[in-house]
């Protein structure tokens, strides 16, 4: 992984498909609600599997502050659809088959072909407020209740 920061920066844009069916490009969100990006390795893998609904859940609260919560990783459109099934997770998971998002924000792991676990929080001008990347894929520090106090003070 690439120990870049793109804190400051404007979040580098992108389109990919989505669990829910639509296509999800960020900078549509730009001018009226913040996003969160949650990168995360792989679906139903441990970590992961108590990371996205915990974010999942807590939805309603980043809508109260004006954010949207978005997944992101590698894995397919229909293992994503299986996983948040499975799991209650109501966030749109988009794929990033070839790990170019991941790359744009440094925390693709090419050998290992996996996103990193990392958290970007992107204001309504589309720049990236708040970043952190773990420095493990199985640790999972930055938990929904961090963000939300980054968001508090947007």
């Known amino acids: ?65 004006g954010a949207v919560v978005l997944g992101v990783n590698r894995d397919s459109v229909y293992t994503h659809k299986a996983w948040a099934a499975e799991y209650g997770i109501e966030v749109p998971l988009l794929a990033d088959l070839n790990l170019n998002v991941a790359r744009q924000y440094g925390v693709a792991i090419d050998e290992r072909g996996v996103t990193g676990r990392a958290v970007f929080l992107i204001d309504k001008a589309g720049v990236v407020r708040f970043e952190h990347v773990e420095a493990k894929t199985s640790d999972y520090t930055v938990r929904p209740e961090v963000v939300l106090a980054k968001l508090a003070e947007l």
């Not at 679906?43 to 992961?48: A, E, I, N, Q």
């Open 1 to 65: 992984m690439d120990a870049m920061s793109l804190l400051g920066q404007p979040a580098p844009d992108f389109t990919l498909p989505s669990s829910t069916g639509e296509t999800v490009t960020l900078s549509s969100y730009r001018g009226h609600s913040h996003v969160v990006l949650v990168f995360y390795p792989l679906d139903f893998s441990p970590v992961c599997s108590m990371q996205l609904p915990e974010y999942s859940g807590r939805q309603d609260d980043f809508a109260e502050a």
